[in-house]
């Protein structure tokens, strides 16, 4: 029996590079894990602040260009949590500040994979 999204926006699962920026202007390599229209789940080796904006970059894959076309995604993220699960802090974010021709992207990528998954 498949399993029922109850969230507002559905999920999709993802394996892409990111960078969060800190306060103090370093840059913390994370891992980004699942999407959403509005925001995404990351792994990151460090803590960040729960209500705080950070500015982070993610370089998302080409639709049709796959792993050979990658664009660099840049804007600004609210932290709704920040919980540690073993070695890593899964933080999810809500995008803000997202061009359209990104959110265009990311659009796409969540209904590529609403598609595969009712072909399936």
Same mark, same amino acid.
């Given at each position: 029996?498949?399993?029922? !999204?109850?969230?507002?926006?559905?999920?999709?699962? &993802?394996?892409?590079?990111?960078?969060?920026? $800190?306060?103090?202007?370093?840059? &913390?390599?994370? #891992?980004? &894990?699942? %999407?959403?229209?509005?925001?995404? %789940?990351?792994?990151?080796?460090? /803590? %960040?602040?729960?209500?705080?904006?950070?500015?982070?970059?993610?370089?998302?894959?080409?639709? &049709?260009?796959?792993?050979?076309?990658?664009?660099?995604?840049?804007? #600004?993220?609210?932290?709704?949590?920040?919980? $540690?699960? !073993?070695?890593?802090?899964?933080?999810?974010?809500?995008?803000?500040?997202? /061009?359209? %021709?990104?959110?265009?992207?990311?659009?796409?990528?969540?209904?590529?994979? /609403?598609?595969?998954?009712?072909?399936?």
């Amino acid at each position: 029996m498949p399993m029922i !999204e109850l969230r507002k926006s559905p999920r999709i699962q &993802v394996i892409w590079r990111a960078a969060v920026k $800190l306060s103090d202007g370093s840059l &913390v390599a994370t #891992k980004i &894990v699942n %999407l959403s229209v509005g925001g995404v %789940l990351m792994h990151c080796p460090q /803590s %960040l602040e729960v209500n705080r904006e950070y500015q982070i970059m993610m370089e998302v894959p080409g639709i &049709v260009g796959g792993a050979d076309q990658q664009f660099k995604v840049a804007c #600004k993220a609210f932290v709704q949590h920040c919980i $540690l699960a !073993e070695e890593h802090y899964r933080i999810g974010v809500k995008f803000h500040g997202l /061009s359209d %021709l990104h959110q265009n992207l990311i659009d796409a990528w969540i209904s590529k994979a /609403s598609k595969a998954d009712q072909a399936a």
